[in-house]
C-alpha cells in the first residue's frame, strides 16, 4: 500500500487521473493498511479529477466517515461540498460547508480559499 499511495500521489500530481484511482483503489482495498484512510481521501480526488462527481461525493463521504476527526475529514468534507456542487447539489453543498465550519470553527489556511470558493458556486449565504 504504501508503494501505491506515493504511486497514486504522484499521478495526482501529474493529473493522470485514471492512474490515481487505479493506485488508490489498491490502497483502500488493503483494509488493514494504515493508509487505507489515505487512500479512500486520493480515491475521491482522482474521481473528482475525472469529473465523476456522484462517486467522487460517496468517496469524499467515506472518506470523513472513517475518521471525522482525522488529518483529511477538512478535506474530506470540502471535496464533498465541491462534487455536491458539481452535481448541481447545491443546497446539500451548503450544508456540508455549515458541517465544516460548525466541527472545524478555525479551517487550515490552505483550505480557507477552496472553502470561500465552494461557498460561492454553491450559492450559499
Do not use: W
Amino acid at each position: 500500500p504504501e508503494v501505491a499511495m506515493q504511486e497514486g500521489n504522484a499521478a495526482l500530481a501529474r493529473r493522470d487521473y485514471p492512474a490515481a484511482e487505479q493506485a488508490a483503489r489498491e490502497v483502500v482495498a488493503a483494509k488493514n493498511s494504515p493508509r487505507a484512510y489515505d487512500g479512500q481521501l486520493l480515491l475521491a480526488q482522482a474521481l473528482f479529477g475525472q469529473r465523476q462527481y456522484s462517486e467522487a461525493a460517496i468517496a469524499y463521504d467515506d472518506a470523513y466517515k472513517r475518521s471525522r476527526k482525522g488529518s483529511h475529514a477538512q478535506d474530506a468534507l470540502l471535496g464533498l461540498a465541491n462534487s455536491l456542487v458539481g452535481i448541481n447539489e447545491k443546497k446539500a453543498a451548503c450544508g456540508t460547508l455549515e458541517k465544516l465550519h460548525a466541527e472545524f470553527p478555525q479551517p487550515r489556511g490552505d483550505l480557507r480559499e477552496g472553502i470561500a470558493g465552494a461557498a460561492q458556486r454553491a450559492g450559499c449565504r
